[in-house]
Structure formats: C-alpha cells, structure tokens
C-alpha cells in the first residue's frame, strides 16, 4: 500500500502500538506500583527500575524499545521506504508517551525513540547511544544521557542526513523536543542538584 492511505494506516499503527504501555501492564500482571502515582510518575523503564528493580526495568525497556521497531518494521513492509517508517516510529513515540489506552499517561519516549533511531538512521543512532552510555557512566544520570542521545541525534540527522529537507529536520528534532519536554521535571532536579543517581532506588510509601 502507498500513498495517502499507507502513510495513514502506517502512523494509526504506530501510535496504538506505542499507546501499549509495557510498564503498565507488568506492574499489574505483577502485583507492582502504580507507576503513574510514585516515582517520576512515568510509565517508562527508568522508573521501573527504581520502583520494581532492575529486572523489570530492562523487561520494560526490551518492551518499549521492541514496539517502536515492530511499528518501523511494519511500515517498512506496508509502504516499503524509510520516510514511512520515519513516520510510524514518530507516532510510535507519542502514543508511548500520550497512551490512548492509559488516559495519555505515559513515559518519557527514550526506549522507544532508541528503536526508531536504529531502525531509520542506524549509524547515528549508535553513535548516539554511545555517547548517551558514557555519559551514564561518567554522571550515573541517566536523564541527562537520554536527553544529549537524543539532541545530538537530531544534530547528526540534520547536519549530515537532511540535505536540506525541513521535514527530516522537524522529525528529528520532534523526537528530541518530546525527550527533553517529557523530562523537565529532570531538566529542573538536574539544575538544583536533586537529581537521583542510577543505582539510587525508589522508596515507595506502603
């Protein structure tokens, strides 16, 4: 299928397949939190890792980073170019973030921008996972490493990728703006020196 009607079925795909929230669903499937009230109040890896352990936050990570590719993939195979497949993981990433099924209470998108990064722009989007594990590494923040992934992502598709094309550009950064829109709770812990360290687990209120 091409044209109009491909490029909308692949993007409704893409949005309700990024609208399954991983987290969600393990923490009810296994008696956790309700991560929506403790922690960050995200639904995505990293606080599942604070909250239910580290176990749960790579199954959780594994699950949104595998739903982004699974959306790429689909359009892929339903329109058959990398512009589709652009697309299906952009909406991939605001469904995962805004969840239709879960009252558009979602997570902060990095998982799942990671499996849209490597499947539209591989050889960027390692580099920029590379940078974001060393600075994890060297900070122990992992907000700050999803973010500069994210920014310097959208710095190497434009400079290098877009020739030019705006609407390369818009969808880059667009993936770059949600992650630091979605982390401005960091973004002001970060600032004021209240960040939490990784390693540093949630205390949950019983």
């Not at 890896?45 to 790429?72: E, H, P, Q, Y």
């Not at 539209?120 to 060297?138: E, N």
């Not at 190497?156 to 550009?169: F, H, K, M, P, R």
Request: with cysteine.
């Amino acid at each position: 299928m091409t044209g109009i009607p491909g490029m909308i079925l692949i993007t409704v795909i893409g949005y309700l397949l990024g609208s399954i929230s991983s987290g969600i669903i393990l923490s009810r499937l296994f008696h956790g939190p309700d991560l929506r009230e403790v922690g960050s109040g995200s639904t995505g890896a990293s606080n599942v890792l604070r909250t239910m352990g580290v176990k749960w936050g790579i199954i959780t990570l594994l699950c949104d980073f595998s739903k982004a590719a699974l959306s790429c993939l689909i359009a892929y195979w339903i329109v058959g170019t990398r512009e589709a497949a652009m697309l299906a993981g952009l909406a991939c990433v605001i469904g995962h973030n805004w969840p239709i099924f879960f009252q558009l209470t979602g997570g902060k998108g990095v998982a799942s921008s990671i499996g849209v990064m490597l499947l539209t722009y591989p050889a960027w989007g390692a580099v920029s996972i590379g940078l974001c594990l060393l600075i994890i590494a060297l900070t122990r923040f992992i907000s700050l490493g999803s973010m500069s992934m994210l920014v310097v992502f959208a710095i190497l598709v434009t400079v290098l990728e877009s020739g030019g094309a705006w609407w390369i550009i818009l969808w880059a950064w667009a993936l770059a703006l949600m992650c630091l829109y979605r982390h401005h709770g960091n973004i002001h812990r970060l600032l004021h020196g209240k960040e939490r360290k990784l390693g540093e687990k949630e205390k949950i209120a019983k």
